[in-house]
């Protein structure tokens, strides 16, 4: 089986990851509002750990904005980059990540990362490092709010409240379904918290997590199956890349 390797000059200690962060966390852009939502495509990202056999496999579904069927999506199996340090997770996914991303046979338009951009200790979650690395828009839907505050939002869906650390405001708790436990918007890369919020609630049409986060997820999970199995078996592949089939 063929493994996405560990790029060249990788971090391997915490210090170095911190440096990294900090010279890259200048790079976000915050000041565009990002595509439409409902408009272009837009990919989620997710990825799924086999500590005992040190893979991690990721996944890039892309979706129609408007209808939010499946377009194309692609896989990529990687050997795990960096310890398991919190607030450092990007550093243990983002070189499979980038491998699934690149094996797209479209563009991927806004990508929906299922984690954090500015919600996150250091301000620089998997999205915005993502985001400035890729030059894509991005955003982090996350399943819990970390370290943060937050009130409960309204019981309707589209509600929020602010997500705060300390007196700031990094993200947003939002209610998409009604009465149903929040998730937690944050923006990435080149995408304002207005249109960050949107797009959750545009993706969220039936269930409290976004479309993009739902098949990214299964697919990823997937795909770190079969390659569990070509490591047990000794042959595989390392990712897959199709469009959707037809309807």
């Not at 560990?6 to 971090?11: C, D, L, V």
């Not at 272009?40 to 991690?56: K, P, Q």
């Not at 939002?153 to 149903?180: H, I, W």
């Amino acid at each position: 089986m063929t493994i996405v390797g560990i790029p060249a000059g990788w971090p391997a200690t915490e210090e170095a990851a911190r440096a990294v962060q900090d010279e890259l966390r200048g790079r976000v852009v915050l000041d565009e509002p990002g595509p439409p939502p409902g408009t272009g495509r837009v990919t989620g990202v997710d990825v799924a750990y086999d500590d005992e056999r040190d893979l991690v496999a990721a996944a890039a579904v892309a979706l129609d904005a408007a209808t939010l069927d499946v377009v194309a999506e692609a896989t990529a199996v990687g050997r795990v980059s960096f310890p398991y340090v919190p607030g450092l997770l990007a550093f243990r996914e983002i070189p499979t990540v980038l491998a699934a991303l690149e094996r797209l046979p479209v563009p991927p338009g806004l990508v929906v990362c299922d984690g954090y951009g500015l919600a996150h200790p250091r301000r620089f979650g998997l999205a915005s490092h993502l985001g400035v690395l890729t030059g894509l828009p991005v955003i982090g839907v996350a399943k819990n709010p970390f370290a943060f505050a937050y009130d409960e939002p309204g019981p309707e869906r589209g509600r929020s409240a602010p997500l705060l650390a300390g007196t700031q405001e990094v993200g947003r708790a939002l209610r998409t379904r009604d009465g149903v436990k929040p998730v937690f918007v944050s923006v990435g890369h080149r995408v304002s918290l207005a249109g960050a919020l949107a797009h959750a609630l545009a993706l969220t049409p039936r269930f409290r997590l976004p479309e993009t986060t739902r098949r990214a997820d299964a697919l990823c999970r997937r795909a770190l199956r079969e390659a569990a199995r070509g490591v047990a078996g000794g042959s595989g592949q390392d990712g897959t890349t199709r469009p959707a089939p037809a309807s």
